[in-house]
C-alpha cells in the first residue's frame, strides 16, 4: 500500500490505522508523514517503520514539524536507507525530495528491497523526470537481489515518463488517487517486478470521509512473488 498522509494538516491517525487494518497490507508507504505520526500509526498496527526526513520547514530548530517518509512492515524491516533525489536542496525547502529504501522479508522466505518516493509536483516536470532516472540508478546500484518494489506518490498526471525511467512494471494502472474527496488524479503508483503475477489494485472510491484523512487515497496492489 502506498498513501501520501499530509502529515501537515493533522490527519485522525486512528481512522487512517483502521483503513490500513482493513487492507492488512504487507508493507505500507507512506510519504507526507511527520515522524509521531509514523511511530503513531506502528504502535497502533503493531508493525515495524523506518522513517526518513525529506525537509525541515522550519529548520532543525522544530525537528517536530519535520516531513518525511516510512516504510512500515508487520514483517522483518531492516537494511534501512534514504538519499536525496533532488538537486541539493537546503533541508528547509519543501522542494527537497528523498527516496527511501528497506528490505521487507516475510516468513515464508520471500524478501523485497521496497523504495518509497515523493516526486516533485506538476510545475516541476523536467525536476520529476531528472529525480525518477537518479532513483533507477539507485536501484541498479542496489542490485536486483533481493528484487525491488518501487512505490510513492509519483506526481505523474499526463507525464508518461516517470513511469517509463522508473524500474519495475506497472502491472495494471491504478484508478485515481486525488482528490480524496472526487478523485481524478493518477499520482499514486507500485511498480512490481516483472514476473509478478495475480496483480490487483485496489482504490477507495472517496468522498469526503476519506478526504477528511488526507488528499490522497490510499493505492493497495497485491500480487503473486514468483518462488
Do not use: C
Amino acid at each position: 500500500m502506498t498513501w501520501n498522509l499530509h502529515g501537515s494538516q493533522h490527519p485522525p491517525i486512528d481512522r487512517a490505522a483502521a483503513e490500513i487494518r482493513r487492507e492488512a497490507p504487507d508493507v505500507v508507504v507512506f510519504q507526507e508523514v511527520q515522524r509521531s505520526q509514523a511511530a503513531d500509526l506502528a504502535h497502533s498496527l503493531s508493525m515495524r517503520y523506518s522513517w526518513a526526513p525529506k525537509h525541515y520547514p522550519y529548520t532543525k530548530l522544530a525537528p517536530w514539524l519535520a516531513e518525511g517518509a516510512a516504510i512500515m512492515s508487520p514483517h522483518a524491516l531492516d537494511a534501512a536507507g534514504h538519499t536525496e533525489i533532488s538537486d541539493r536542496k537546503p533541508s528547509r525547502s519543501w522542494q527537497r525530495r528523498i527516496a527511501q529504501w528497506a528490505l521487507v522479508g516475510r516468513s515464508d522466505g520471500t524478501v523485497f528491497r521496497v523504495y518509497n518516493l515523493h516526486l516533485s509536483p506538476h510545475e516541476d516536470a523536467a525536476a520529476r523526470r531528472a529525480e525518477a532516472v537518479r532513483v533507477t540508478e539507485l536501484v541498479a546500484e542496489h542490485g536486483d537481489d533481493p528484487p525491488a518494489i518501487v512505490a510513492g506518490d509519483f506526481n505523474d498526471e499526463g507525464d508518461p515518463h516517470i513511469i517509463f525511467a522508473l524500474p519495475g512494471i506497472e502491472h495494471i494502472v491504478p484508478q485515481p488517487s486525488n482528490p480524496a474527496d472526487t478523485p481524478t488524479q493518477v499520482l499514486d503508483h507500485v511498480l512490481l517486478p516483472p514476473d509478478a503475477t495475480g496483480v490487483s489494485v485496489t482504490v477507495p472510491a472517496g468522498g469526503p470521509e476519506w478526504a477528511a484523512i488526507s488528499d490522497h487515497l490510499p493505492v493497495t496492489v497485491r500480487f503473486t512473488a514468483s518462488p
